[in-house]
């Protein structure tokens, strides 16, 4: 049976990841909410809907705006954008950390010492992940047993086969067919995203010349700029391109790793062999970071 990281990953694991989870979250629904209301506001201001005593429509522009401000007040203030980049980062290292310990990667090997050393080890690089933390507060779930499960002390007392089959099928296969499928999705999202944004410029385009023929009196290029500018905006905030490119390169990258997977045949070699393999998966990781940053 392979690890199961509801089963089996530390408190902090599973802290991180739900922190990240609801910090995305916010930014996505707080950045959608700000556009939708920017594009709300320039519609209401290309019409005009007098009711005697004032402009309905200058009404909807003036809430709309004041919707925008006070999402982008709470985007600078509360920062999810930062929740969720440093708990994804704290989750993808403990989650690192625990596949190490567990299958006998560096610097956990199963000839760097006995139990006690590895565990205080362990639990020293958990400390400097958690000293790292300064965006949200991983609060574990109450049901977590300690930081070095149960399940992760057993699974690291197999023989070497038996690790290779769990680190085989429960992380590296597992995290090739997970990037494989997201960067598909990705480039799916990317092409309908740029179709889209092609047809929308091309109606203003057409807006704009109906305009200037006096075909229609309103500001129809303006209200599709806006549209346009938030589109391209929601894109810089999912970056459906970059990641496509960043998933698949680490597919191949472990698809590699994948074919060598038998090699190790002692407890260093395959100590060395984790190390590598956690390595590509952390890099992936880190350009993630970066272009985020």
């Given at each position: ?109 199963r ?84 179709v ?67 090699g ?6 395959w ?21 985020r940053?």
């Amino acid at each position: 049976m392979a690890i199961s990281p509801e089963t089996a990953f530390p408190a902090l694991y599973h802290a991180a990841d739900r922190g990240a989870i609801v910090g995305q979250r916010r930014l996505l629904m707080a950045t959608g909410v700000r556009l939708a209301s920017l594009v709300a506001a320039a519609m209401f201001g290309a019409v005009s809907l007098d009711t005697g005593r004032l402009d309905a429509a200058a009404v909807g522009a003036a809430a709309a705006l004041a919707t925008a401000l006070v999402t982008e007040v709470y985007l600078l203030s509360v920062r999810p954008d930062r929740q969720w980049y440093e708990a994804r980062a704290a989750a993808e290292s403990a989650k690192t950390l625990a596949w190490r310990y567990v299958v006998g990667g560096e610097p956990f090997g199963r000839e760097t010492g006995g139990d006690e050393h590895v565990d205080r080890l362990l639990m020293h690089r958990y400390s400097e992940i958690i000293r790292g933390i300064h965006g949200f507060a991983p609060i574990p779930p109450l049901e977590e047993e300690s930081q070095v499960t149960t399940v992760m002390r057993t699974i690291r007392g197999l023989s070497l086969a038996e690790r290779k089959r769990h680190y085989l099928t429960g992380r590296i296969n597992d995290q090739r067919i997970w990037y494989a499928r997201k960067a598909g999705f990705h480039e799916r999202r990317s092409a309908r995203w740029s179709v889209a944004l092609a047809a929308l410029e091309a109606g203003g385009l057409i807006a704009a010349v109906l305009t200037a023929v006096q075909v229609v009196d309103l500001d129809l290029p303006g209200i599709v700029g806006a549209v346009a500018a938030a589109g391209i905006a929601w894109l810089q905030t999912r970056q459906h391109q970059q990641l496509a490119t960043s998933y698949s390169i680490a597919a191949l990258e472990l698809a590699d790793i994948l074919s060598r997977v038998e090699g190790p045949s002692t407890e260093a070699e395959w100590a060395h062999f984790v190390d590598e393999s956690e390595e590509a998966i952390s890099r992936e990781h880190m350009l993630w970071w970066g272009s985020r940053s």
